[in-house]
């Protein structure tokens, strides 16, 4: 059973930063996929950013340039840098570690959510 554990969240003044960060439970990295996701109410839960085992990224076009995923394999941790904060990124925010085996079993594990508000 993998545990994650956000945290980072907060309230940012539109154009400001915040570092998200998602704490795993053992190594994992190897194995798994890590993303970022976030729900805004009245919204669909949609991918952020994401990082591959080999490090390979992924971001949502609406976050491109602005936020950055990166991940340190000794601290089992994964970060979501955002900068240039608007009020549409306004969400709760959610740690993802995702596995597909050579089997085709699929493995998900989320985090608790932490909330990131953009107001000023």
């Known amino acids: 059973q993998v545990q994650l554990v956000e945290s980072g969240g907060g309230l940012v003044q539109p154009g400001g930063s915040l570092r998200l960060s998602c704490a795993a439970s053992g190594n994992i990295f190897s194995f798994y996929t890590m993303g970022w996701y976030r729900q805004a109410p009245g919204k669909q839960r949609q991918l952020v950013a994401s990082?591959?085992?080999?490090?390979?990224?992924n971001y949502a076009d609406s976050v491109k340039g602005r936020f950055a995923i990166s991940k340190d394999n000794a601290k089992n941790t994964v970060y979501l840098q955002m900068n240039s904060l608007k009020p549409e990124d306004t969400a709760v925010y959610y740690c993802?570690?995702?596995?597909?085996?050579?089997?085709?079993?699929?493995?998900?594990?989320w985090g608790q959510g932490t909330q990131v508000t953009v107001s000023s």
């Open positions: 993802n570690a995702h596995r597909t085996t050579s089997l085709n079993q699929h493995f998900d594990y």
């Open positions: 990082i591959t085992s080999g490090g390979s990224t």
